[in-house]
């Protein structure tokens, strides 16, 4: 069973709308994280599940899309909730490898950081929990 907890704060006169989104711990083959620039701040690769997708078909899709690089999932880590705007998005994080060589080009500047750095960039405090959360084991 994956680990779950909740960050941000529920505002009580707000109406949040479900966001179901998957990310990936973006591993290449030297243990780097991959972190993508966004025009809205920097986050683990992934995003959200669309309708009729599962949590693991949706992160390798969002990998493909703003990486350019395909990937294989290892497993689910944790799931989170974050409260965003008027979203409470609740991301299923998973650890993956990286096919080592691009199929495109990505939408998306892709940064290859040690998880010291890529926690210290990333803008999601659920993203920087789940990377401070499973940092110790990415080396073993």
């Known amino acids: 069973m994956a680990l779950q907890t ?17 990310y990936a711990l973006l591993l290449d083959e030297q243990g780097h994280l991959a972190v993508v ?3 809205d701040g920097y986050f683990l690769p992934g995003g959200g599940i669309k309708a009729g997708e ?11 899309e703003e990486t350019g690089y395909g990937a294989h999932l290892l497993w689910l880590l ?11 998005k609740r991301s299923s994080f998973f650890l993956a490898e990286v096919d080592p060589d691009p199929e495109a080009q990505g939408e998306y500047t892709v940064y290859w950081l040690s ?6 960039r990333l803008t999601y405090e659920s993203h920087r929990w789940a990377v401070e959360r499973f940092a110790p084991y990415l080396a073993a």
């Open 37 to 39: 620039e966004a025009p």
């Open 78 to 88: 944790a799931e989170a909730d974050q409260y965003i705007d008027q979203f409470l």
């Open 6 to 22: 909740r960050f941000g704060t529920q505002q009580p006169d707000q109406e949040y709308r479900l966001r179901p989104s998957a």
């Open 54 to 64: 599962s949590a693991s078909e949706a992160v390798l899709r969002e990998i493909s």
């Open 115 to 120: 998880p010291e750095q890529a926690r210290q």
